[in-house]
């Protein structure tokens, strides 16, 4: 299973990061391939993705840690799409400055459905490089003023009753759905 890492700094305090990250209603503004994001409580949320000629790609996902101003995970859910994917995003604080460190794994299927998966995650490196880019530019320029809203969990004490995930999380998570 293929997987991207990547880090970026963000001159804004951590849990500004994780507040407007943690809306994942904001992705389509920064990253070029999501169309939708619609989240719709529990802790999950459905996805759409643009495709090659206007083919898009849905599945819904749910998040498998929310460590508030530190980090968040998930993995898309069983069943939803023929999208496999899981991944995870801290936050470190850097005194005022936020190290954001993104992991993402993703499986395409076989088939018609495998083809347009490939397709959308093509390049998956500097893809994430240039959408990190910009979420870095639309913080640093002032988040309030570029419309994007803050995602500040309701609950902060969601993540902690999942316990910490770790990267052996992710790859068990991933396997299971295989």
């Known amino acids: 299973m293929p997987k991207v890492e990547q880090e ?9 990061v ?4 943690h809306n994942f209603e904001n992705f389509p503004r920064f990253m070029d391939n999501i169309k939708e994001v619609r989240v719709v409580g529990d802790g999950r949320s459905h996805w759409k993705a643009k495709g090659p000629l206007g083919a898009d790609a849905e599945w819904d996902a749910e ?3 929310d460590e508030p101003g530190r980090a968040i995970g998930w993995r898309s859910i069983e069943g939803s799409s023929s ?6 995003v801290n936050f470190e604080d850097r005194g005022g400055d936020t190290l954001l460190h993104v992991v993402l794994q993703y499986d ?4 018609a459905a495998g083809n347009l998966i490939t397709k959308i995650f093509a390049n998956p490196e500097k893809q994430m490089e240039e959408d990190l880019q ?5 913080i640093e320029q002032g988040w309030e003023a570029s419309g994007l809203a ?6 902060p004490g969601y993540g902690s009753s999942l316990g910490t995930t770790t990267e052996a999380d992710v ?6 759905s295989e």
């Open 63 to 65: 998040m498998t840690l």
């Open 8 to 16: 970026i700094t963000v001159q804004a305090p951590a849990r500004t």
């Open 18 to 21: 994780y507040d407007v990250w």
């Open 108 to 111: 395409a299927p076989a088939g």
């Open 150 to 155: 803050s995602g500040a969990s309701a609950d």
């Open 83 to 88: 999208v496999t994917t899981a991944g995870r």
């Open 134 to 138: 910009r979420f870095k530019e639309t």
């Open 171 to 176: 790859q068990s998570a991933i396997s299971e």
